[in-house]
């Protein structure tokens, strides 16, 4: 690996994580010596890379260092290209036309010789989703997940009985046949995840849920959610 090439990769390494490295960890990763690992952090730091930590104890990089968002490897642009071709698939129309403008993007500004990744990628997504029909409105759903909204919904459970929850949505996870809406249930007072397609309506309300979204997500990923059983 060259060392322009070794220097970016430790940014993006830092970058990924919130919790000190050690030169030992990041070595690893980028199978080079911890003595290089050093001098490159030195290097990047006399560049004026915020990076904070010291040998033996770890390195952190600071929040609200940017770089050219382009600068990407042939396996990230792979990756994106996989990803922007599940989510033209499997999403509700909206994230798939933005999943296929993505590619479009990313092939008009990548370099000549790394075009071949984009269009003619060595993965590839299955490119519909066959799973149980829903009527659920997801570009609502998504936009009351990013304002904080509650949602009334009228639900069928697997035995058939209807409940009507006032629900904090968080996020919308896709399984292999199902969408689950995760969500903080003010009748259950916990979390639950429900099936998108055992919802019989939807009702978006302009009410903001107490919580900060940022610590209701907290919490809810300590629950490992999507694990938990559905609402029954």
């Excluded at 690893?28 to 030195?42: H, N, V």
């Excluded at 990089?61 to 990803?83: N, S, Y």
């Excluded at 292999?176 to 903080?184: D, G, H, I, M, N």
Aim: charged fraction near 30%; include cysteine; hydrophobic fraction near 45%.
């Amino acid at each position: 690996m060259r060392r322009a090439d070794r220097l970016f990769q430790i940014i993006q390494v830092l970058r990924r994580t919130r919790k000190p490295l050690t030169a030992d960890a990041i070595a690893a990763e980028l199978e080079t010596s911890k003595r290089t690992i050093y001098r490159d952090i030195a290097t990047l730091m006399a560049q004026r890379v915020p990076i904070r930590g010291e040998a033996g104890m770890g390195y952190i990089l600071e929040r609200g260092f940017d770089m050219p968002p382009l600068m990407l490897t042939p396996d990230e642009i792979e990756a994106a290209v996989l990803g922007a071709q599940w989510v033209m698939g499997h999403a509700d129309p909206a994230l798939a036309k933005a999943a296929q403008d993505l590619i479009a993007k990313i092939a008009d500004t990548v370099p000549e010789r790394l075009r071949p990744f984009v269009l003619e990628p060595a993965s590839r997504a299955r490119p519909d989703f066959h799973g149980a029909a829903d009527s659920m409105d997801m570009v609502q759903m998504r936009a009351h997940i990013h304002a904080g909204k509650k949602v009334r919904l009228l639900y069928r459970d697997e035995a058939g009985r209807n409940s009507e929850r006032i629900v904090w949505p968080i996020a919308v996870g896709y399984l292999e046949a199902v969408r689950l809406l995760a969500a903080w249930c003010e009748l259950r007072k916990d979390f639950r995840s429900f099936r998108t397609d055992r919802a019989i309506e939807a009702h978006f309300l302009d009410e903001k849920y107490p919580e900060r979204r940022e610590t209701l997500r907290s919490k809810w990923r300590k629950t490992l959610s999507w694990e938990r059983p559905q609402d029954t």
